[in-house]
C-alpha cells in the first residue's frame, strides 16, 4: 500500500465514520447500495451540478468543468492545491498508476498549485477525459453525462453499483459547505 492508498484509506473511512454528512446527499437511501438511477436521483437533488453550471444554461463548458474539478481537488478549501491534494485528487479521476509529477505544474515553485497552475495541469491532461465523459461530441456536458462520469469514477470495481464503502469517494463533497460560492471564488482555471 502506498502512502496515498493509505490516505485515501483514511478519507474514506473517515467518510463512513461521519454518516450525518454523507446522508445529506444520499437522504433515506443513505447506508444502502447505489445503483445507477437511485444514485442520480441522489446527486440531481443536492444541487451540486447546478452549482457548477454557473451560466446556468443548463450544461457544463470545459471551463466550468474544470472550475468545479479544481473545488474538489481543494480539500481543506484553502482554494490552493497541495502537493498531497494533487495526489489524491489525480489518484481519484485519472488512477493510481496515472503519471504526473507535481512539481512539473508548480511554475512559481511555492509549493501549491493556483488556478492558473492547475489551468496548465488540466490542459495537458484533462482534456482527453472531459471528451471521453463529453459522449455526444457537443463540447459539453450534459447532467447526465456528468453524473454518468462520477458515478464511473466513485465505482471503483466497475461492477455498476456504488457500495457504502464506496460512497467515500465522495468524503467532503456535501459537509453542508456552499458550494456555490466556492466556485464562485475558485473562478476562471481553464
Ligand atoms: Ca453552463
Ligand atoms: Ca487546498
Ligand atoms: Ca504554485
Ligand atoms: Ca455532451
Not at 7 to 21: I, N, Q, S
Not at 43 to 64: K, P, Q
Not at 96 to 109: C, P
Not at 127 to 143: F, G, M
Request: aromatic share 16%; proline share 1%.
Amino acid at each position: 500500500m502506498t502512502i496515498k492508498h493509505k490516505l485515501y484509506a483514511a478519507a474514506a473511512t473517515a467518510a463512513l465514520l461521519a454518516g450525518p454528512a454523507t446522508a445529506q446527499m444520499f437522504g433515506d437511501e443513505y447506508g444502502t447500495d447505489y445503483d445507477y438511477d437511485t444514485f442520480t436521483t441522489g446527486f440531481g437533488g443536492t444541487g451540486y451540478y447546478d452549482a457548477l453550471d454557473t451560466d446556468d444554461d443548463t450544461f457544463l463548458s470545459e471551463n466550468e468543468y474544470s472550475t468545479g474539478l479544481y473545488a474538489d481537488y481543494d480539500r481543506d478549501n484553502d482554494r490552493l492545491i497541495s502537493d498531497e491534494e494533487f495526489g489524491l485528487g489525480t489518484e481519484r479521476y485519472l488512477g493510481a498508476d496515472y503519471d504526473t509529477d507535481f512539481a512539473t505544474y508548480d511554475a512559481n515553485d511555492d509549493g501549491f498549485l493556483d488556478q492558473e497552475e492547475f489551468g496548465a495541469f488540466y490542459g495537458e491532461n484533462y482534456t482527453n477525459y472531459y471528451a471521453d465523459l463529453d459522449t455526444d461530441d457537443d463540447a459539453l456536458l450534459s447532467e447526465d453525462e456528468y453524473t454518468a462520469g462520477i458515478y464511473d469514477s466513485a465505482d471503483l470495481d466497475d461492477d455498476q453499483v456504488v457500495t457504502i464503502e464506496e460512497e467515500g469517494w465522495f468524503e467532503g463533497w456535501f459537509d453542508g459547505d456552499d458550494i456555490e460560492a466556492e466556485i464562485q471564488e475558485v473562478g476562471e482555471v481553464y
